[in-house]
């Protein structure tokens, strides 16, 4: 499905996957190699969301939206091995690859779509 920021009227990635169940949201990218993929954590309610690179070997970026999917913090360079909390209640968390921030100027306050 096609990710985009709808503010800046740019695409983010062609392909991006929710995860919606349990089984695959704590799989995640544990134990892949590197690729250019998007991952959208969908949780049941908005809330503080942990992160962890546990078993992830190459460095994300990750967005945080909340129920209207309205980028409420960002994650630049989410490094292996290191954990990560969301500054302000959400209810997506998107993964995307390193340097995708900065490259596509998300900001807190942007309207994502998918």
Known sequence: MLLKNITKNKVLHKDARILGNILLKSVGLMFSVKQDKALIFKFKDEKIISLHMLFVFYPIDVIFLDKNRIVVD????????????SKK????????SNGAIK?????IGDKIGF
Do not use: G, H, S
Request: hydrophobic content about 40%; overall charge positive; proline content about 4%.
């Open 74 to 85: 960002k994650k630049d360079d989410f490094r292996p091995f290191t954990f990560y909390a």
């Open 89 to 96: 209640k959400a209810m997506y968390a998107v993964e995307l």
């Open 103 to 107: 490259k596509t100027k998300i900001e």
